[in-house]
């Protein structure tokens, strides 16, 4: 498939905590066995970032930390974790379909500027810009509550196998799950 700019590489199935991800000043009980999703940014590609889900932005969080790579090898290394370690800043959006999502703006090697073009109390719409890194690879991670989306099979497999998979803005990757 020709994918225009925007796109990241997908990738799920990494292990850290949550918590950790979120730190302590946002609750991370609400995504207790949730569903989270990376998106790996190389230097390469498109460094703007939009927005998942439509909702209304809550709150901005910022974490301090370190600017470690966001390569394939150190991500998966086991002397660190660059998700719960980097610099990052957590946008808690409310949303009618997927209730509270986390979305994760980490940054990287190069990548100390994180910019958000939205304030909290902004409503959005799914695909409206969010904000944008300066130069750098970089990620982002997309936390939903537990039982809220289906994430689609073909991205569940690619992940199995460690595969990433390359998407754009405004590409299906799953679909809010009805209400019990």
Do not use: W
Request: proline residues 4%; positive net charge.
């Amino acid at each position: 498939m020709r994918c225009g700019k925007p796109r990241f590489r997908m990738r799920l199935g990494q292990k850290f905590s949550v918590k950790g991800l979120l730190g302590p000043d946002v609750s991370s009980d609400d995504f207790i066995d949730g569903s989270i999703v990376i998106f790996r940014l190389a230097p390469q590609d498109y460094h703007r970032f939009h927005v998942p889900v439509s909702g209304t932005i809550e709150e901005f969080v910022d974490i301090p930390g370190c600017l470690y790579t966001v390569n394939p090898i150190a991500v998966n290394s086991k002397y660190c974790n660059v998700f719960t370690e980097n610099k990052r800043t957590v946008c808690m959006i409310s949303t009618k379909e997927f209730g509270k999502v986390a979305f994760v703006a980490i940054g990287a090697t190069m990548v100390g500027s994180i910019t958000f073009v939205k304030k909290e109390g902004d409503h959005v719409k799914k695909g409206d810009e969010l904000g944008y890194f300066s130069f750098g690879g970089s990620t982002v991670i997309c936390i939903f509550e537990k039982d809220k989306i289906e994430i689609d099979g073909d991205l569940l497999g690619n992940s199995a196998r460690s595969l990433e998979t390359l998407v754009c803005v405004g590409m299906r990757l799953g679909n809010a799950r009805s209400s019990p």
